[in-house]
């Protein structure tokens, strides 16, 4: 008897491979789901880049919809989903926040200069500790945030034309629909 124990182990570890294939199988590898859709965003209060006199806060940006973009100077996709948050996704209307994540604010305010500033306002999260609050694997995100402070969509990873058009733009229309 003891002679097949290897034997079955190696056979239940073949089905859990298995099952992991078969798992992966039809799930997109790349979504991450979020536990805060549908929940209130963290509340947080952060400086403003340019004037860490000045902070903004969750309760501020109340009333209205709004993007959350999360951006570092160091982030190279973030260089790439620029000018699409730049081009497109201003134009959707909605107020568009720039999240600097874990960054020095003077190399994030010469990016900025440097590629151009798509941001109604910006805000530093220099030790990345409200980033954690909002779930923040790295750097590009982007929340879908409503005027009740709900965060109702969250994307991971560069905003690319597509994104806007297959994901931004059916949930806006989502939001529209449930008055958000």
Same mark, same amino acid.
């Given at each position: 008897?003891?002679? *097949? ?12 491979? %298995? ?13 991450? @789901?979020?536990?805060?859709? !549908? ?47 730049? =081009?497109?996704?201003? !134009?959707?209307?909605?107020?568009? @926040? %720039?999240? !600097? ?14 590629? %151009? !500033?798509? *941001? ?44 806007? =058009?297959?994901? *931004? ?10 008055? %958000?």
């Amino acid at each position: 008897m003891s002679r *097949f124990v290897p034997l079955l182990g190696f056979v239940l570890l073949v089905a859990l491979f %298995g099952f992991g294939i078969w798992w992966n199988t039809g799930h997109d590898q790349h979504e991450i @789901v979020s536990p805060l859709i !549908n929940k209130p965003a963290p509340a947080f209060s952060l400086p403003v880049l340019g004037d860490e006199t000045q902070h903004v806060s969750k309760q501020q940006l109340l009333g209205k919809p709004y993007f959350l973009n999360v951006f570092g100077s160091w982030c190279i996709e973030c260089v790439h989903e620029h000018p699409v948050l730049s =081009e497109q996704v201003k !134009n959707l209307g909605l107020p568009l @926040v %720039g999240f !600097n994540y874990k960054d020095d604010p003077k190399d994030a305010a010469a990016w900025l200069t440097e590629h %151009g !500033n798509p *941001f109604d306002r910006v805000i530093v999260d220099r030790d990345g500790r409200a980033g954690i609050d909002f779930g923040v694997y790295g750097a590009p995100e982007t929340f879908l945030i409503d005027g009740k402070g709900v965060i109702r969509y969250k994307h991971v990873g560069p905003i690319t034309p597509e994104v806007v =058009e297959k994901e *931004f733009r059916p949930a806006l229309a989502a939001l529209a629909k449930e008055g %958000g």
